[in-house]
């Protein structure tokens, strides 16, 4: 049994999503609280923008749960920055207590996971659980500069410029945080930096897998099963993988990377990526619809590619890793 329960059942008192231009184009633009035009946000550099997007995101969270900054017991963020400077960056004004925490893409359910931890535990009343990612910050970090106008491969995802936000509390009404799964880390000799869907796809397995036989429940028992980010290709690779394993999702499995875009018509290829774009479907799409009834019972099953450029460079294999939390309506 490696799987988590929370008698106490957190809250998900409050949720916000702030999204891009480009993100605004695609499936989910009419979910976002607030769609940027400006992919600077006001500022000088992209990782002075990346930071501003978290900060208003988070901001916009704490304001619908009627609280102030100052009455959060903690703040759990991430980013895709090397040392998460830009959700340190975000906070370092806020004099709240800071965890920071880095997933790739799977941050936000590592989030939420760390948040349920502290709220079930009695040792946080109000915790904000926040991640984001920025498609000029990753690409120069993670690929090339823009100005190099490298061509992209087919397997290639789209960094997305998001923000997702959730307020947890140890008490109130509403959706709640039922259980999770702490990921592990899968590695399967995958080396295409390009590739990050075929790199992740199999910890999400391992995570469903596992937590499915923890919690003797099947597929069945959810209203849907999300993942995020394994984009079109890693969704493929993984109905192949669970279904050797005699798991079938059918048409309650939802990729939040495969989904985020049109990607014929915005030519994102096999879809999009980033730890700010499973947490802005998450919190703009699928928590209203949990909090609205619309839905009872869920899986989030974020994934992340833990590569760095360094090891990239050194001709190291990619390491994925899958989170998942269960959220249920009230």
């Not at 109000?126 to 087919?154: I, K």
């Not at 509403?174 to 992740?200: E, P, Q």
Request: glycine residues 12%; contains cysteine.
């Amino acid at each position: 049994m490696q799987s988590i329960t929370f008698p106490n059942t957190p809250i998900l008192r409050s949720f916000a999503a702030i999204a891009g231009q480009k993100e605004g184009g695609g499936t989910f633009g009419k979910y976002f609280d607030r769609i940027e035009q400006d992919p600077l946000f006001g500022k000088k550099t992209w990782e002075q923008a990346e930071s501003a997007l978290q900060s208003e995101t988070f901001r916009l969270a704490v304001n619908k749960a009627l609280l102030k900054p100052s009455e959060l017991d903690c703040v759990v963020a991430g980013d895709l920055i090397d040392q998460c400077t830009a959700s340190s960056f975000a906070m370092r004004k806020t004099g709240i207590p800071y965890l920071g925490v880095y997933g790739a893409c799977s941050t936000m359910a590592e989030a939420l996971l760390l948040a349920g931890m502290l709220t079930d535990a009695g040792y946080c009343e109000r915790v904000c659980a926040v991640t984001s990612s920025h498609f000029s910050t990753a690409e120069r970090q993670f690929r090339f500069p823009l100005s190099y106008g490298g061509q992209r491969t087919p397997t290639a995802q789209w960094t997305c410029t998001a923000s997702g936000a959730a307020v947890v509390t140890a008490s109130g009404e509403g959706a709640y945080l039922s259980g999770g799964c702490i990921g592990r880390i899968c590695d399967l000799g995958v080396t295409d930096a390009t590739n990050m869907g075929a790199a992740m796809a199999p910890a999400a397995a391992d995570t469903i897998t596992r937590y499915l036989h923890d919690t003797g429940t099947k597929p069945g028992d959810y209203d849907a099963i999300v993942t995020g980010d394994l984009g079109c290709i890693g969704t493929s690779l993984l109905t192949e993988l669970l279904e050797v394993q005699g798991v079938e999702m059918g048409s309650i499995h939802h990729d939040c990377g495969a989904e985020i875009f049109d990607n014929d018509a915005q030519d994102t290829h096999a879809g999009g990526s980033g730890c700010g774009c499973s947490a802005a479907v998450l919190c703009a799409y699928w928590l209203p619809k949990l909090a609205a009834g619309h839905m009872h019972r869920m899986l989030f099953c974020a994934t992340g590619a833990l590569l760095s450029a360094m090891s990239a460079q050194q001709g190291e294999t990619i390491p994925g890793i899958c989170h998942l939390v269960e959220l249920r309506s009230a």
